[in-house]
């Protein structure tokens, strides 16, 4: 009967962590340039004093799914998505770099180029700060031209660059908010080959229907487990029972 509790017990925790992953992706169904997080179980011998026999399961995030999601037209001049792979660089109030997907990009009063999260998004200079204008434009390198305010109609400027960066996806762990970051710390390189387009927001990666359908996989194996635990109950009750005189 021990051994049974201890399984089942571990068997529950771990799928109440599984199914804290699944509504995770769940809940960021609908936000823009977001990697849904992989799971899995796998059998774990206990380490330290105790029996060989004992065992538990255990849920692990393996990686995540770097799968591009579908674009959606917005026309907007600043709306942009990556174009295959790659990423945008933006930088955290520690001034370190992550990566992101979201390009749903606004200019604040001061001039900042920020994404929808408020995160400053970064040039081949650092944060990318516009002067006033009447219309910018966005290439597909990166490259942020503007018409000054005031100025001619045939009157541009080149103001900064997007920086884009590819690195390996091996190399990356995911933090919290949906960014990635390096796990040497060490600054993005830019890659001349990412390239982007304009008008377009790359939509969540998440599958509905399938974590819809792993939630109702993950529920009834927790009741399995809690059925389990309340017959390891019943039987020390039986036991019990058997044993008095």
Do not use: C, H
Request: charged share 25%; no cysteine; hydrophobic share 40%.
């Amino acid at each position: 009967m021990d051994n049974l509790l201890y399984i089942s017990m571990a068997g529950a925790r771990e799928t109440s962590m599984a199914q804290a992953t699944s509504a995770n992706n769940l809940a960021n169904a609908k936000t823009t340039g977001f990697k849904a997080d992989l799971a899995q179980f796998r059998a774990m011998p206990v380490y330290g004093d105790g029996l060989p026999t004992r065992a538990f399961a255990m849920a692990e995030r393996p990686g995540f799914n770097f799968d591009q999601g579908s674009l959606v037209s917005t026309g907007r001049d600043l709306d942009v998505s990556i174009r295959g792979e790659g990423w945008f660089v933006t930088q955290t109030e520690d001034g370190e770099e992550r990566l992101t997907r979201r390009g749903d990009l606004k200019v604040t009063a001061n001039g900042e180029l920020l994404n929808g999260l408020d995160q400053p998004i970064l040039g081949d200079g650092g944060p990318i700060a516009l002067p006033p204008f009447e219309k910018l434009d966005i290439a597909r390198d990166g490259t942020i031209t503007i018409r000054p305010l005031g100025a001619e109609a045939n009157a541009i400027a080149i103001v900064d660059r997007i920086r884009m960066v590819n690195p390996d996806p091996t190399t990356l762990d995911k933090t919290e908010g949906g960014l990635f970051k390096s796990r040497d710390d060490e600054p993005f390189a830019a890659d001349a080959a990412v390239q982007l387009d304009s008008g377009f927001l790359e939509s969540s990666n998440v599958s509905v229907v399938e974590e819809l359908t792993n939630m109702i996989s993950l529920s009834r194996k927790f009741e399995v487990q809690v059925k389990l635990m309340a017959s390891v109950e019943e039987n020390g009750r039986v036991l019990d029972r058997l044993l008095q005189p």
